[in-house]
């Protein structure tokens, strides 16, 4: 009965709910404006006279800098908690856009997208302070949901956008937006009702290290300002634990330390993910990543190439699949339920449909064959991106939840270098060669999948592992 009564968490009234629905918001806010911009930068850095080689060294500054920064802001969010590590996130960002609502150069140009590149990492916090808020469970469902309105804002910001660029200095108008926009979110996030929330956590190790140690219902996990702060109880239950001191030392550390014990502490964490064993998972979603982005590298070209589609038609294609995309992300909920939560079958699944509907669309003999192949691409990239996500924090452990959502950002980063380099190669063969090359690469990722699940249980943890939270 004790064990019953240490296990169950309380919250306050509504309190959790308001903080997942306002990071709904903030999430569809966020890529709201970022997406006003991201069609923009190439037109406006070639019209501040930039050479085509100039263009693209200055765009690969934003990716160049996230690779670095995804997984140190991540750790240090985990640190000093999510509340400031994301208004920080969001303040800066916010300063980013502003300057570059002001570039009239090529330099001030590249200056406002060091901010950005550094800092625009408050999604990957979101999704970390949501991991935070909800049970193990409840996981899938909730990162669904925010990934779906985060879509709905990426397909909606460019409509916009191209409005406002319509516009004498349209670029600009939509810069301060954007940065507005982010000012806002900013707002939002430090009115959240932080005190009030108590985590609801009932995952299997820590019912189990609860129930060793907590001689009563006063077991409760807090959150404050978005970092973890542990009861009396549970700080028993801890230090009964191999590896605990480090975890309470992590907990303690807060934005007030000296700035060299959170390097520290940030230093821990990033070891700690380095040196564990999740390189299969990591491994498979570089794969998929790149496999993804072959897909949709040279759509365009392809379809006209291929099928002489006009640019016109193949702009619907693309926001239809975008679309379905958004609305795939309410699917993950019932399908990981329809799967028991094995979320290690449901990736192996989604990974061998993506793998085949990738194939479908590089052998595709007619549009309508194309059309059939992207509107089930949408659904299992999006269910495949929860699954990676969810086993990594599983595995993984929450205490390090942003540090290991930071890493996984990090090696999509990595895509993002690698993909455009090898479609490039692959259509000097054919037009076909971008997806085909994908195909290979999502077989990989299948054939290792194959190999590594015998190895987990049934929740995503490496038999005889030592995890992030030990």
Not at 135 to 157: C, D, K, Q, T, Y
Not at 237 to 251: I, V
Not at 312 to 330: D, M, N, R
Not at 378 to 392: H, K, P, Y
């Amino acid at each position: 009965m004790n064990n019953q009564k240490c296990s169950t968490l309380y919250q306050e009234p509504g309190g959790r709910t308001r903080i997942i629905q306002c990071i709904y918001v903030v999430g569809f806010m966020d890529l709201f404006g970022v997406s006003m911009i991201i069609p923009l930068l190439s037109h406006h850095v070639k019209a501040l006279g930039a050479s085509p080689t100039v263009a693209g060294i200055v765009g690969s500054t934003y990716g160049i800098l996230q690779l670095f920064s995804s997984t140190i802001v991540g750790s240090w969010s985990d640190v000093v908690g999510r509340r400031y590590s994301l208004l920080t996130c969001l303040l800066l960002s916010a300063l980013g856009y502003g300057l570059l609502g002001m570039s009239s150069s090529i330099a001030l140009f590249v200056l406002a997208r060091i901010p950005v590149g550094l800092f625009k990492h408050s999604l990957s916090i979101c999704r970390a302070l949501l991991s935070d808020l909800v049970s193990e469970a409840e996981r899938p469902l909730v990162m669904g949901h925010f990934n779906a309105a985060s879509s709905v804002g990426f397909i909606l910001g460019p409509v916009v956008g191209g409005y406002l660029t319509e516009h004498e200095g349209g670029f600009y108008t939509s810069s301060f937006t954007c940065a507005v926009i982010f000012l806002a979110n900013a707002g939002l996030v430090w009115m959240l009702p932080w005190s009030e929330t108590l985590i609801h956590r009932n995952d299997t190790n820590s019912n189990n290290a609860t129930s060793k140690s907590c001689p009563d219902n006063n077991c409760r996990k807090s959150v404050h300002n978005g970092s973890h702060a542990n009861s009396h109880c549970q700080v028993l239950s801890a230090e009964s634990e191999p590896g605990s001191r480090d975890r309470l030392r992590w907990r303690e550390v807060s934005l007030r330390q000296p700035a060299w014990r959170q390097l520290s502490s940030v230093g821990s964490k990033i070891h700690m993910v380095a040196s564990s064993d999740m390189w299969d998972l990591f491994l498979v979603r570089l794969l998929m990543a790149i496999a993804i982005m072959l897909y949709y590298s040279n759509f365009s070209l392809a379809m006209e190439e291929r099928f002489s589609l006009k640019p016109k038609v193949t702009g619907y294609l693309i926001s239809y699949s975008s679309t379905l995309g958004a609305l795939a992300g309410f699917l993950v909920g019932p399908v990981t339920q329809l799967y028991g939560n094995n979320m290690p079958a449901l990736l192996l699944h989604s990974t061998i449909l993506t793998c085949l509907l990738i194939f479908l669309y590089a052998a595709a003999p007619s549009v309508s064959q194309v059309l059939v192949s992207s509107t089930f691409f949408a659904i299992s990239t999006s269910i495949g991106r929860t699954c990676i996500t969810d086993l990594e924090l599983q595995r993984g452990g929450v205490q390090a939840s942003g540090t290991l959502i930071g890493a996984g950002q990090s090696v999509t980063a990595v895509g993002r270098v690698l993909a455009p380099l090898l479609s490039g190669l692959a259509q000097e063969f054919s037009p076909c060669g971008p997806p085909s090359l994908g195909v290979v690469l999502a077989l990989a990722a299948v054939g290792l999948l194959l190999i590594r699940i015998p190895k987990w249980d049934g929740r995503g943890m490496t038999k005889k592992s030592q995890t992030l939270s030990n």
